[in-house]
Nanobody, 122 residues
Framework: QVQLVESGGGLVQAGGSLRLSCAASGRTYRTNGMGWFRQAPGKEREFVAVITWSGSIYYVDSVKGRFTLSRDNAKNTVYLQMNSLKPEDTAVYYC????????????????WGQGTQVTVSS
């Protein structure tokens, strides 16, 4: 199994920044990357970004230019730097281990963290 723990969420004003962290432990050698999804109240969970261990990074259009993914291999941690935050970014953010398939869909991920709340006030 792979255990994922997110941190770094909070309340921020529009235009502000937050950095989310996702620390992985367990059988991390089974993963092929790490992705971030978010879910706002009453909405479906949506793809935000993914980094594959082969070096590819993809973002949903709505966060391009504002969010940046990075990783620290020594710490088995992936970071999501979120700048210029907007109220529509408010959601619970989840990291998940990418296994195979289309990384834009939840079915491509096999382990999920518990989520961290991000609230952006206007």
């Amino acid at each position: 199994q792979v255990q994922l723990v997110e941190s770094g969420g909070g309340l921020v004003q529009a235009g502000g920044s937050l950095r989310l962290s996702c620390a992985a432990s367990g059988r991390t050698y089974r993963t092929n990357g790490m992705g971030w999804f978010r879910q706002a109240p009453g909405k479906e969970r949506e793809f935000v970004a993914v980094i594959t261990w082969s070096g590819s990074i993809y973002y949903v259009d709505s966060v391009k230019g504002r969010f940046t993914l990075s990783r620290d291999n020594a710490k088995n941690t992936v970071y999501l730097q979120m700048n210029s935050l907007k109220p529509e970014d408010t959601a619970v953010y989840y990291c998940a281990s990418y296994y195979a398939g289309n990384a834009y869909y939840t079915g491509a991920y096999d382990y999920w963290g518990q989520g961290t709340q991000v609230t952006v006030s206007s």
